[in-house]
């Protein structure tokens, strides 16, 4: 999208939204829909990202693209239960991975040793720098997020030879991102990651959330603003995220740091 003119307003959520589905559709078009993917967790930004990808496929006259879910192993049941309607209601063809070795090894939150994972697992661990002999299963901390993450979505493009990844990324949310292109070759594997939602801001996505009529999972009204494990989130304050100081307040203070403090490491691992 191309900066408003000296004096006039900045575009608002319409205008956002309606580039980030020309964004989606040039994806469809350069990738086919069998060589895209939708990376959805079932927050706001995810989903409003798979509903404008609905309605891309659907001006394309071509089926929607995978929707792909990660499994960290300690979801909020409020999360999981929102997405098993909409997988229902929004007829998506959701693929599920995870780290199965990772997650057999340990309890949510609780102590991991490296020495028993795999080999795959213990040689991430080494190439993320990390070497001592046990850490946390917390998706939201580092390493644990690596592996959780980052390790089981490589598996999958690989496995699948995908071409590309949507993700519903925003710069606003942290500063490692602040220099992201909507179109961000990668390698290993070789795939472009799309980033329709870039230049949203996180009122905008509840202003578009309500526009355009979305379901949400009910966490959000409860007070969390930005919704990862339980081991690892918190809510923000007592009132609607909606209702919270969005410009004055941290969106993502109620996840645990670890991971917000190494954002830049894990991208250049892998992650989102």
Known sequence: ?????????????????AAARDILSQALSRFTPHGLAIAWTGGKDSTLLVHLARQAARDAGCPMPQVLFIDEGDPFPEITAFMDRL???????????????????????????????????????????????????????????????TVPLRRHLEGTGMAA?????????????????????????????????LSFREREVWEATFGLGLPFCELYRAGYRSLGCRSGTVKNADIPAWEQDMEGTPERAGRHQGKEAAMAQLRALGYM
């Open 1 to 17: 999208m191309t900066p408003a003119p000296a004096g006039t307003a900045p575009p608002g959520w319409e205008a956002k939204a």
């Open 87 to 149: 997988v229902r209601e929004w007829g998506i063809d959701l693929a599920v991975i995870r780290n199965d070795d990772l997650l057999a090894a340990g309890v949510a939150g609780g102590p991991v040793s490296t020495a028993r994972l795999s080999r795959e697992n213990r040689c991430e661990l080494e190439r993320a720098g990390w070497s001592a002999p046990e850490f946390h299963l917390d998706p939201e901390a580092f390493p644990a997020s690596h592996l959780l993450k």
């Open 165 to 197: 990844l949507a993700t519903a990324i925003r710069r606003d949310e942290h500063p490692a991102r602040q220099a992201e292109t909507v179109f961000s070759p990668r390698e290993t594997p070789r795939h472009v990651r799309v980033h329709p939602l």
